[in-house]
């Protein structure tokens, strides 16, 4: 069977994460959460003490980096940061340095290493629009606000999993609003994506719905 190019975009907590690394079992496909590059590109600004407006040194930064995005493991520049990066303030810092056009263009360029010989499962913001604009499935997956807030709010790999849930839809909210309106690579719907709104779904008929539409493309 041919070995596809997977795209899955959309805001946070609306279950890319949770499909993402279903999906790439069930294949035998690799699972590349870009959103922990951006983190982990911002955790190790905030070690080096460099601010995280300063383009010109987080993009030497991205493009230097040892980093390594295996399934959940993250590690950059030898620290392991799978945990370090889950917390309030590296949400913050990874949308800070998403925003930079240079940063994003060193990890797009990264991105498409990782992906190009297929058999892949990407996630992220940009996958379907800018990353792999050719990709052989691209889902957007979507949640209510409500729905979305709750899911993170339960989500113990995350430290916003302790927090109240006003104070995770809030953050949510505002992530959600730089992720959209910045002036690179937006969080927008690609137009031959497949828009799945996942409110109320239950993941595994998600999964079997995606799973319909790669045996469509690969046959
Ligand atoms: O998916 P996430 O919450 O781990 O992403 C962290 C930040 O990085 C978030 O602000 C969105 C941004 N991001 C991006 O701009 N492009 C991607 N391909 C992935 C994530």
Redesign the pocket.
């Known amino acids: 069977m041919r070995k596809l190019i997977i795209a899955i975009d959309g805001p946070?907590g609306a279950g890319?994460g949770t499909i993402a690394r279903t999906l790439a079992q069930a294949l035998g496909y690799r699972h590349i959460?870009?959103?922990?590059m951006?983190?982990a590109i911002g955790w190790k600004a905030a070690f080096d003490g460099i601010p995280l407006d300063d383009e010109r040194a987080v993009a030497d930064l991205a493009q230097r980096a040892d980093l390594v995005v295996e399934g959940d493991v993250v590690s950059i520049d030898g620290h392991d940061v799978t945990g370090a990066i889950r917390s309030t303030e590296i949400?913050k810092a990874?949308?800070s340095v998403?925003r930079l056009p240079r940063v994003r263009e060193v990890l797009v360029a990264r991105q498409r290493r990782c992906g190009e010989g297929g058999g892949v499962v990407m996630e992220?913001?940009?996958?379907g629009t800018v990353?792999f604009p050719t990709a052989d499935v691209k889902i957007y997956l979507d949640a209510s606000a409500e729905e979305r807030a709750r899911r993170r709010a339960g989500d113990t790999a995350h430290t916003s999993g302790r927090a109240g849930r006003e104070a995770v839809a809030a953050s949510i909210a505002a992530?959600d609003k730089?992720?959209t309106t910045r002036a690179v690579?937006p969080?927008t719907v690609a137009a031959d994506a497949v828009h799945i709104d996942t409110t109320g779904m239950p993941i595994d008929q998600v999964v079997e719905k995606v799973m319909t539409l790669v045996r469509q493309r690969s046959s």
């Open positions: 946070s890319k959460d870009t959103g922990a951006y983190r949400d990874a949308t998403a992220g913001r940009d996958i990353v992530r730089a992720d690579s969080l």
